[in-house]
């Protein structure tokens, strides 16, 4: 062992495999007695021995030898007290040599001092292994208080939290989590997973933890989790990863169960569309009495007319029968419009997304708000051709009728005819299309202005609104890829403009193709020229319905009409033939979906000639028939569209 330089500084590791002994100014014959000591004791040879002639910072780990000169008592309590302030206990043997005795040493020892020692001392060897005694006893104490406070800290987060190293073990979790999993953390420590977790949940949660350890971002996910009763929850998942200074990476989640918060929010959603459903009610119910008011009166007026004793009708009183049926037929399709501009709102479209024409959507809310809008304002439409986007028309509808009653809303109590509403479409920036909704309302001060998307805030009375409408157009104009701003001053008015991207597919493309009467025609009156007609089963619970289309479908098929599914399988299974079969969906008994099943084991070459047609669909239903179904016939149809459904069908 070659000692230090007297009075020089020692460079210092703070942790090494040697244990150090530091002399701090013992005289040159004393260190060499005490080195000589510890060179004779195996614990010794391994030792480091270093003199210095004042005392480093920070003091090393190891034996630390203090020499007292003989000064006054208090000099060398000061260096006592001073080492003793700056050293750890546990990894640190302080000893001072002297010749004092008595109250003198119990001062020194007071002052810090392990020990008061007789130069030049004696069993140095002893002391470093009393002194490895005490450092592994204070690592394994200092260890389990780390851990004891490490678990401590786990357990008082409320939410459910886990661990996992880069094998996807788990190496920690708190109290929480084993309660989720209803199992001890000794029986979920170095699992993947725990054994009652379904294979599709475990799974998806694997890719997720493998998603957060290769991209080193936060990763959040919404999924179900399954409980130890079977119980399906919703819960948030946020991951992130990390590394210790060797390297060594883990994960950190934590779990929030928003299965509550869920079913809320969906019944916010709800509660708000049911408003805006109830609010445009009055105004639904106004545009569809005006045409009914006359398809009855007209319709009534006809059956009076033909139920008088065949006599020949006079040509101006023909002409006058025209009229009536004509005009029938447009309150008809007036009362069509509404009812498919209402379809918009429908829970059954929420699902389906693709290329939406965005005029029509626009067209369609201001349908459905044009009695609010005449008796609140005066409204100043300017459409302009623009690009289909990506979305649901539904959901757009939604948007624009949301933004027109918040801009009625900013009128207040004002006369109607101070009131000035203008909606603008037209393309935007290169591939963008623009929808501006624009009041001369009272508009809104910065701090409204900075929280109107945020859910629930409202600057009207309870009875106003739940102050979700322009929090939901935030959420539906984000699914769609676009965004939403507003420009707003107090007693200015107010613009708020959607910008949402545009499609290459011109609005034209997404127009349903007409009706082909052409073929349909030619092909009625080869059948007609040859009475060989093909035939067609019609089934369908509405004997009103049935009697309705055989009537436009007689001079083309032979049509035969059955109001039960069972009664045209027992028919069918007893040998009688038919070209087609034109089924409603929903019926009693026995459902469009489950005819259809029953057709393809009896009569699996009629299945592919097989039509549906309904007046709603629910999603169930809808899935069913994008799997199932060759076709699907909206209720109600027009006889070209009509004809043109059954002829594909025969064909």
Not at 288 to 316: D, G, H, K, M
Not at 340 to 365: I, N
Not at 422 to 430: D, K, T, V
Not at 530 to 548: C, K, M
């Amino acid at each position: 062992m070659r000692p230090g330089n007297a009075g020089g500084m020692i460079p210092w590791c703070a942790r090494s495999d040697a244990v150090h002994a530091m002399l701090v100014a013992v005289p040159a014959t004393v260190a060499q007695d005490v080195e000589r000591d510890l060179c004779a004791t195996a614990e010794g040879r391994a030792c480091r021995v270093i003199r210095v002639d004042s005392p480093p910072e920070p003091l090393p780990e190891g034996l630390l030898v203090l020499w007292d000169h003989g000064g006054p008592l208090e000099a060398v309590k000061a260096r006592c007290q001073w080492a003793h302030a700056r050293r750890l206990p546990t990894r640190t043997w302080l000893v001072v040599l002297t010749t004092r005795d008595g109250e003198e040493a119990e001062a020194l020892i007071s002052a810090g001092a392990d020990e008061c020692v007789a130069p030049p001392g004696t069993r140095w060897g002893a002391r470093l292994v009393s002194l490895q005694r005490r450092s592994s006893d204070g690592d394994a104490q200092a260890l389990r208080r780390a851990r004891d406070m490490f678990q401590g800290a786990l357990d008082a987060v409320p939410e459910p939290l886990f661990i996992k190293d880069r094998e996807h073990r788990l190496v920690a979790m708190n109290g929480a989590y084993c309660r989720l999993l209803d199992q001890s953390a000794e029986a979920l420590r170095g699992t993947i997973t725990s054994p009652q977790v379904p294979p599709h949940e475990a799974e998806a949660s694997w890719r997720q933890d493998e998603r957060a350890f290769t991209t080193g971002q936060t990763v959040e996910d919404e999924g179900s989790f399954t409980d130890s009763k079977g119980r399906s929850r919703e819960v948030l998942t946020q991951r992130a990863a990390y590394a210790l200074p060797n390297g060594e990476r883990f994960l950190v989640g934590l779990v929030r169960d928003v299965t509550e918060r869920t079913r809320l929010e969906a019944q916010r959603r709800l509660a708000e569309r049911m408003t805006s459903v109830g609010t445009l009610a009055a105004g639904v119910a106004h545009e569809i009495n005006n045409p009914l008011s006359y398809v009855t009166s007209n319709l009534a007026y006809l059956w009076e007319r033909v139920a008088q004793p065949v006599v020949p009708v006079p040509t101006e009183q023909l002409e006058e029968l025209r009229q009536v049926v004509a005009e029938a037929l447009e309150g008809a399709g007036r009362v069509r419009s509404i009812v498919r501009d209402l379809r918009t709102f429908s829970r059954t479209e929420e699902e389906q997304h693709g290329p939406v024409d965005v005029r029509r959507a626009v067209e369609g809310a201001v349908k459905l708000m044009r009695d609010e809008l005449q008796h609140r304002a005066r409204l100043t439409c300017e459409l302009e051709p623009v690009a289909a986007v990506h979305g649901n028309e539904g959901r757009l509808a939604q948007v624009v009728t949301h933004l027109l009653m918040n801009a009625l809303q900013s009128f207040g109590e004002r006369p109607p005819e101070q009131n000035q509403l203008r909606l603008r479409l037209r393309p935007g920036r290169e591939g963008h299309v623009l929808i501006e909704v624009e009041d001369n309302g009272t508009g809104m001060p910065a701090e409204v202005r900075q929280r109107i998307f945020d859910p629930f805030y409202t600057t009207r009375s309870p009875k106003g609104g739940t102050g979700l409408g322009l929090s939901i157009c935030l959420t539906l104009v984000h699914a769609m890829g676009g965004h939403i701003e507003v420009a707003s001053e107090q007693g200015q008015g107010s613009l708020f403009r959607v910008e949402l991207p545009a499609l290459s597919l011109p609005p034209e493309a997404l127009r349903p193709p007409q009706p082909v009467a052409a073929p349909v025609e030619e092909s009625a009156q080869a059948a007609r020229a040859t009475r060989n007609l093909r035939r067609l089963l019609l089934i369908d619970d509405e004997p009103a319905v049935g009697s309705a289309v055989s009537r436009l479908l007689r001079n083309l098929y032979d049509v035969h009409v059955i109001q039960d599914a069972r009664e045209a399988l027992r028919r069918l299974s007893h040998g009688e033939k038919f070209d087609a079969i034109l089924c409603d969906l929903m019926m009693p008994g026995m459902s469009g979906m489950d005819f259809l099943v029953e057709l393809e084991r009896l009569a699996p070459e009629l299945a592919p000639r097989t039509g549906l047609m309904t007046g709603g669909v629910n999603p169930q239903a809808r899935e069913f028939v994008g799997r199932r179904a060759r076709e699907l016939l909206e209720k109600p149809f027009e006889r070209d569209q009509l004809c043109t459904f059954v002829e594909t069908l025969m064909q």
